[in-house]
């Protein structure tokens, strides 16, 4: 990968999304563009993003039955953009149907997006997941079984807390992908996360990839906020 610091762009539209961006005018940036965005804007704005020379992570996380999925990964992938996820709860059938689709609509000539799948949101704690997933183990146990599916169905990485992130390289292998929200500085507001750390925390507890939206998107001077935490993830 060529950028290991995705920025979420967690805009509602292109007009603002795109004020964000005027900050790094010639640098080429890995952002994670959510459902918000696009559903409001769509292809056309991945299109855009793809042309300015950024890497795109295209975070709509889909679940649902293996067909549907199959046929809108083919979708997907004729955005050429660089990673796509999936809710590993859709289970083995559905994962590797997301990847089929990939790989038949990725155009010619030009790599398959990465996929990766959802594990346990991080906004999610374990206690939370016990009573109302009925999921009655602890959350690295759960982590760690989903990320085992995922790697049986021919995915390239989970989405998961750095938290378990060693323990996930442990059980699948380094080539693995373990890509990780809920990244904060030391002192910003955890926002709606319960799961987080900050970027030097991420890489020393094996993240291979991170994801970070407001302490960036929100910051007085985000060319400033984004070099701190390229600087704190490559220290």
Do not use: C, W
């Given at each position: 990968m060529e950028n290991e610091v995705i920025i979420a762009l967690d805009f509602p539209n292109a007009s603002e999304a795109n004020d964000f961006l005027r900050h790094f005018h010639g640098q080429s940036l890995y952002v994670k563009v959510g459902m918000e965005l696009y559903y409001q804007e769509g292809a056309a704005f991945i299109q855009q993003l793809k042309n300015n020379g950024h890497q795109v992570?295209?975070?709509?996380?889909?679940?649902?039955?293996?067909?549907?999925?199959?046929?809108?990964?083919?979708?997907?992938?004729?955005?050429?953009?660089?990673?796509?996820?999936?809710?590993?709860?859709?289970?083995?059938?559905?994962?590797?149907?997301?990847?089929?689709?990939?790989?038949?609509?990725?155009?010619?000539?030009?790599?398959?997006?990465?996929?990766?799948?959802?594990?346990?949101?991080?906004?999610?704690?374990?206690?939370?997941?016990?009573?109302?997933?009925?999921?009655?183990?602890?959350?690295?146990?759960?982590?760690?079984?989903?990320?085992?599916l995922a790697k049986k169905s021919g995915l390239d990485g989970v989405v998961c807390s750095a938290f378990e992130a060693a323990s996930i390289e442990k059980a699948t292998d380094t080539s693995f992908l373990r890509v990780t929200p809920g990244i904060r500085l030391d002192g910003g507001k955890s926002d709606d996360q319960k799961r987080i750390v900050t970027p030097s925390n991420a890489?020393?507890?094996?993240?291979?990839?991170?994801?970070?939206?407001?302490?960036i998107t929100g910051a007085a001077d985000p060319a400033a906020a984004y070099q701190k935490v390229v600087t704190e993830w490559e220290r």
């Open positions: 992570f295209l975070d709509l996380k889909l679940h649902d039955i293996p067909n549907t999925v199959y046929r809108a990964m083919k979708v997907l992938a004729g955005l050429s953009v660089d990673m796509v996820n999936v809710h590993a709860a859709g289970g083995t059938d559905m994962m590797k149907a997301a990847r089929s689709g990939l790989e038949e609509g990725t155009l010619a000539g030009q790599t398959r997006p990465a996929l990766i799948a959802v594990t346990q949101l991080t906004s999610t704690s374990e206690e939370q997941m016990q009573r109302e997933q009925l999921i009655k183990r602890s959350m690295e146990e759960s982590v760690l079984h989903y990320a085992r890489r020393a507890m094996k993240s291979s990839m991170i994801v970070i939206g407001r302490p």
